[in-house]
């Protein structure tokens, strides 16, 4: 079966930075579009960022453009999200998810787009 595995969160201060990790298994990762969503306590979980298979093409949630920057590394199956600058308002589990059979330029912002999805690792920011 396909599993997402996140690992990379924890506790830091604003300004700081981390670098999420998802390894992928199960699904032919170099053919799959992979995607980052968080969800903070009592809110709907939102987008990140996705990015399509081959890295073609790239979708960030517009606030966090230029400071989130996600990437793959096909030979490694793993999808990351580096996270600069980050700012309490980052405070969220995190989760991988992944979309399969969509074409290389295919890069989605929604949740019901993605097939398989990780179990979270939670990012901490505190002032």
Not at 63 to 70: C, E, Q, T, W
Not at 100 to 119: I, K, N, T
């Amino acid at each position: 079966q396909v599993q997402l595995i996140e690992s990379g969160g924890g506790l830091v201060q604003a300004g700081d930075s981390l670098r999420l990790s998802c390894a992928a298994s199960g699904l032919t990762f170099s053919r799959s579009t992979m995607g980052w969503f968080r969800q903070a306590p009592g809110k709907e979980r939102e987008f990140v960022a996705s990015i399509s298979w081959g890295g073609f093409n790239t979708a960030y949630k517009d606030s966090l453009k230029g400071r989130f920057s996600i990437s793959r590394d096909d030979v490694k199956n793993t999808v990351y999200l580096q996270m600069d600058s980050l700012k309490p308002e980052d405070t969220a589990a995190h989760y991988c998810a992944a979309a399969v059979g969509r074409s290389r330029a295919y890069s989605p912002a929604r949740l019901v787009d993605f097939d398989y999805w990780g179990q979270g690792t939670q990012v901490t920011v505190s002032s």
